[in-house]
């Protein structure tokens, strides 16, 4: 019974896998195995050979009632079948989907810059600045965004790096930099959660729901009218970035990453395979979204890195960005649900 | 000599382990790894208890060459699995896809820092000079170099354990089965082990041949 | 405004297609197209000398000897 929910529990995680990276499962990955009562059947029919070693391996294969005398902690049983899920889930969905989510993104992303070009300022800047980010909230977005590229690199070095690098500069020299990125990658990692974690609990207040976000949907935020669609401190693009990019995938990313680097507390292979999946999968869709984040924060606007640089933007910048929190910050108040329709917008492309 | 076999009798293993002790000791494994196993189903059940001794299996299609990150592995002409240590990342996906478990770790510690795999070699060393000491304290004895077959299926005592090229060792254990009143169709390998469907197709040999209802 | 509405579809339809890119799942080994260190053939040793028809020989006998069956005089 247990068995069964466990297994039950990994095919819907490896659906999970599949529907993040936006992707079909193959036909074959989610076979079950045959039901036990078939083999008995068999046995009983009188079709299943005696004396040769049908019977033996069938039973192996089961992993029931067995015991091996001299196993590893993560050996419990001999023939394990999980781990053909996990190559077919690795091998292919993971490996496919997720290279060319990254891929589609980033092409998207130029298309994007060479249509709509940089955002930049419609009015004049004042010279005036506001503070955006306090420097702890500086410091823990820049080491998340730094241990993120690092382990982002790495990870894709691990993944990719056989079909795109190994090619090109062979299996030594490839053997030596695949060996570099694990240890990095395995020793960057919890700081990466670390920041994770400092990350949440610094923006967690500036990303509740607020009434004006529903206008921002409204209006896909002006990204493509080139409309200024106010907000408060964080807009729903924003948000949607939080919650989905570092509170979930980060988190997830995060800790199924522990439990593949701290194999020490009776993970066993199965264990271990889901973790990778949900790892791999989730850091596909991760990064391919960050190259989102990357780019409106640095190219995409103008403005936009340098208050995170600095911690201060112009009050221009604000008040066409972000308009309820410039008017908060100079003590105006702002009626809670008060998307007003003829707000003054600058339509400017 | 075609492709080079495993294959373990399990009407004959007796659950001595003698075949791990002596693969042990031959290549002097690493402490907390055994490259060979021996597994009992239903220990202890009158008329049902089996054990099987088992190993890498050197597949055909192994899964370890197809998850792996840097492409170490690599097959000899004599079908052998083997693997670079000089290469090898120590990352683990090798013992997450292949069935049997046989690739491991020499230790586990925090951080993933598990050293290099470690896997059976069919006693064939790996990739440095044979019978150099290099290749020894990597890989293990080169046995196959010297003419011999691995040491576990050399010194089993009730010869369940039986190494060799694949015809061969088949022969032998189909002249077993024959007098087992059997006949020794189905051997096990990949598709008894591993295969899709292939209860349904021993099956289905099964009541061809009508052995079965013997 | 319109190009870019226009390559919604377009970039669908490449993430929809980038399925048709999957590849067979496991590796058939091809010898001679592994380009990692090289290893020594079994009969290429100090006991062989290259001599592949000997080691074979040697082989078969060896992989005969575990046959208790052929060793027990025929009835």
């Known amino acids: 019974m247990k068995r069964q929910l466990v297994s039950c529990l990994r095919h819907g995680a490896a659906a999970l896998v599949a529907t993040l990276a936006i992707a079909a499962l193959p036909a074959g990955a989610a076979d079950a195995p045959p039901p036990a009562n078939v083999a008995a059947e068999a046995i009983g029919a009188g079709l299943v050979q005696p004396g040769n070693n049908a019977n033996a391996f069938r039973e192996a294969r089961r992993g029931e009632d067995q015991s091996i005398t001299f196993a590893a902690p993560p050996d419990r049983v001999l023939i394990q079948s999980q781990g053909e899920t996990w190559r077919q889930m690795r091998n292919g969905p993971i490996t496919q989907y997720g290279g060319w989510a990254i891929v589609v993104m980033f092409l998207g992303l130029v298309v994007f810059y060479a249509v709509r070009g940089e955002i930049k300022l419609t009015d004049k800047r004042t010279g005036k600045l506001m503070e955006r980010f306090k420097f702890i909230e500086r410091l823990a977005h820049w080491s998340l965004a730094g241990t993120f590229v690092i382990l982002g690199l790495t990870g894709i070095a691990m993944l990719f790096g056989k079909h795109l690098l190994l090619p090109l500069i062979g299996h030594t020299a490839f053997g030596y930099l695949a060996w570099a990125a694990k240890n990095v990658h395995n020793f960057i990692g919890p700081l990466f959660l670390v920041s994770v974690l400092l990350m949440v609990v610094l923006f967690v207040r500036d990303n509740v729901w607020q009434a004006i976000d529903a206008l921002w949907i409204r209006k896909a935020g002006g990204l493509l009218s080139g409309e200024h669609v106010p907000s408060h401190r964080f807009n729903f693009g924003e948000k949607t970035w939080f919650w989905l990019g570092v509170v979930f995938l980060g988190l997830m990313v995060g800790t199924t990453g522990l439990i593949l680097d701290f194999p020490l507390y009776g993970q066993t292979r199965q264990d271990m395979q889901l973790a990778h999946m949900l790892h791999s999968g989730g850091a596909m869709l991760f990064i391919a979204l960050s190259l989102a984040h990357i780019y409106i924060g640095t190219v995409g606007m103008e403005g936009a890195l340098e208050g995170m640089k600095t911690g201060y933007v112009d009050e221009t910048w604000a008040r066409e960005h972000h308009e309820y929190w410039y008017r908060e910050a100079r003590g105006e108040r702002i009626p809670d649900n008060a998307p007003r329709p003829g707000h003054k917008a600058s339509a400017a492309h | 000599m075609a492709r080079m076999k495993f294959l373990c009798d399990a009407e004959r293993c007796i659950e001595c382990n003698g075949c791990v002790t002596a693969c042990k000791n031959e290549n002097e494994v690493p402490w907390g790894i055994s490259r060979r196993r021996v597994v009992t189903i239903a220990d202890g059940v009158i008329g049902k208890e089996k054990s099987l001794s088992v190993a890498c299996m050197h597949c055909s299609d192994a899964p370890c060459m197809a998850v792996c990150p840097v492409d170490c592995f690599y097959r000899t002409e004599e079908g052998v699995v083997l693997h670079d240590k000089d290469l090898c990342i120590g990352c683990g996906y090798c013992s997450y896809a292949c069935p049997f478990g046989a690739p491991q770790f020499p230790q586990e510690g925090a951080f993933g820092q598990r050293g290099k795999m470690d896997k059976c070699t069919f006693c064939a060393g790996g990739p440095e000079e044979d019978g150099s000491q290099a290749e020894f304290e990597k890989y293990g004895r080169n046995r196959l170099a010297e003419g011999k077959l691995p040491l576990c299926a050399e010194m089993c005592s009730t010869k369940a354990l039986l190494a060799g090229d694949a015809a061969e060792v088949a022969n032998i254990f189909r002249e077993r089965v024959v007098r087992r009143s059997g006949n020794g169709a189905d051997i096990s390998g990949w598709n008894t082990a591993y295969g899709k469907g292939s209860l349904e197709a021993d099956m289905k040999k099964g009541a061809e041949s009508g052995g079965g209802a013997k | ?75």
């Open chain 3, 1 to 75: 405004m319109k190009t870019l509405l226009r390559m919604v579809p377009l970039l669908a339809a490449a993430a929809l297609f980038a399925g048709c890119g999957e590849e067979p799942q496991v590796i058939k080994y091809e010898a001679g197209k592994y380009q990692g260190k090289r290893d020594t053939l079994p009969w290429d040793s100090a006991a062989y000398g290259g001599d592949k028809a000997r080691w074979e020989s040697d082989m078969r006998a060896r992989i005969g000897n575990q046959n208790e069956l052929r060793r027990m005089p025929a009835d």
